[in-house]
């Protein structure tokens, strides 16, 4: 076996990314409160993306009998040092692969995963939890979140990440640079004044059911005063039970996610009433495409034209 050792700029960034998920009270106590509602006493419990373990430990906590604790980062030989700290270790089952490549020794009765980013679908969860459905939930388990649906608006925000490249500097053209920026979705904390529309909501995917992948969100929109539009917000909302709701829906009280901020390359601009034609897809968070219309002008993005596949050498 080949061992390792992480840069301490690598280390440093996970522990600061996962210092961040367990600081947000909301998300961390979110997640406690619905395994307690959901694990029974000898359950087995998977754990999907498991992160530093500490859904693995709720999990015991609320009566789980063993855990199987899957996560492909670095991330996971903290969790196991955390199981042994907290006398588990004996009762999870680490497991450091892509979790369709893991075989799983039995069924499980709950499947919990917080594999959310800022849109909800940008990790991969559906296709994730699909396969583990399929391959180990038995019959009448339970999926924590159950459903997860995504909202969106047109909004008028500027953007430093994605404008920094619309100038020459030191005598350079940058228009490269500004291809990939603006064909790519950025993190970004997005007010509700930004809004220039009243903000649409998707059909919820629901993880209990076979999914294909494949999202979109359209709609029509009517301007809600003068603006000019220079990309789209995306959220999320992720029922955990049907008691307990997560969302990072601007004005967000969970401050490890930020929502995710869609640029155009051609900014519009509109007046009240005017209609606004949006269109985004995904295919399970892999690629995105998005278009924004008015009756004056058109722009469409795609992460396709973003920073291209990497040529061999």
Known sequence: MTMRKLSNATAVDVLRYHRSLLADRVRTESYRDAID??????????????????????????????????????????????????????????????????????????????????????????????????RWLRKGGAIIPQTIDAGFCPVDVMHEQTSFWLERRYDTAFDAARTYAMNAFHPLDIDEDAFVAEPATTPAVDLRNDNDGAVRMSRTFHATRDAVITGLAVWFRAQLTSEIALTNQPPSVCPSWKQSFFPIATRMRVERGDAIDVDIRTFDGYEWKWSVATSAARAEQSTMNSFPIIRPR
């Open 37 to 134: 509602s959901t694990v029974r006493k000898n359950d087995v419990v998977l754990d999907l993306g498991c992160g530093t373990g500490i859904l693995s430990l709720f999990a015991l906590r609320a009566g789980a009998a063993r855990v199987y604790a899957i996560d492909d980062g670095p991330v996971i030989e903290l969790a196991r040092a955390l199981a042994v700290e907290n006398g588990v270790a004996d009762r999870i089952v680490f497991l450091n692969q892509p979790s369709y490549d893991a075989r799983l020794k039995e069924k499980v009765d709950v499947i919990v995963t917080e594999t959310m980013g800022n849109t909800g679908l940008d990790e991969h969860i559906i296709g994730a939890v699909n396969d583990a459905r399929r």
